[in-house]
């Protein structure tokens, strides 16, 4: 069975440091790939999906990147983290549609 | 924008009853998703269905769907307190990438 890891659980950064956020799947091959951001209490923001190994598309201009290195893995990146960075960060992986989440990660920048 | 949005914002229900959540969207879809998140986790896939269908069962929910309307409702029948989350709807895109446009989402909460 397919199962999607993500670490940490929880990052507290402060304004300026770099940040890499990673996030795995297993038991599938050539996944689709995504990576949301959801503020408190909010809906879902998708900020990057990939198709395959080094093909990354952004849905929004931001302070963010990603990368796909291998087929099952797939990272968040920046250089210097904003205070309006902080929030819940999901990755996620698609079959016929639909899309199977991983825990998220908890980012806080002070 | 094709995100889709949920109505009500916030429901508060007590347990045994039914819980009725309304999605609407503006572009047309080759499905329509309903997704639940219990609070600091990830959504978790509750139930598809296609454009071509007008209502879906799975267990204690239902869905209906009105591409006229472009609406969807999630019906969860004798609700538990287990059932307290947030409930989001999601539409698919047309980017060839099987990318879901997500709701602001309905937060449920189901007293004992």
């Known amino acids: 069975s397919q199962t999607i890891h993500q670490w940490p659980a929880t990052l507290v950064q402060p304004v300026g440091s770099p940040l890499s956020l990673e996030c795995t799947v297993e038991g599938t091959s050539n996944p689709n790939l995504y990576w949301y951001r959801q503020a408190a209490g909010r809906g879902l923001q998708l900020l990057f999906y990939?198709?395959?190994?080094?093909?990354i598309s952004s849905e929004v201009p931001q302070n963010l990147s990603a990368s796909r290195p291998q087929d099952r893995q797939f990272i968040l990146s920046s250089k210097k983290l904003l205070l309006s960075d902080s929030g819940f960060y999901l990755c996620?992986?698609?079959?016929?549609?639909?899309?199977?989440f991983g825990p998220g990660t908890r980012l806080l920048v002070l | 924008s094709q995100q889709g949005e949920e109505d009500p914002q916030a429901l508060s229900i007590q347990e045994g009853e039914n819980a009725t959540m309304n999605c609407s969207y503006k572009t047309s879809i080759n499905n329509l998703q309903w997704y639940r998140q219990n609070s600091g986790r990830g959504l978790v896939h509750l139930i598809l269905?296609?454009?071509?269908?007008r209502e879906k069962h799975s267990g204690r929910l239902r869905v209906t769907l009105d591409t006229s309307k472009k609406s969807s409702s999630l019906l969860i029948t004798a609700s538990r307190a287990a059932d307290t989350a947030s409930y989001f709807c999601a539409t698919d895109g047309w980017t060839g990438a099987n990318n879901l446009f997500f709701g602001t989402g309905t937060r449920l909460t189901v007293i004992p």
């Open positions: 996620a992986w698609s079959l016929r549609g639909t899309q199977y």
């Open positions: 269905i296609r454009s071509n269908e």
């Open positions: 990939s198709v395959g190994i080094g093909q």
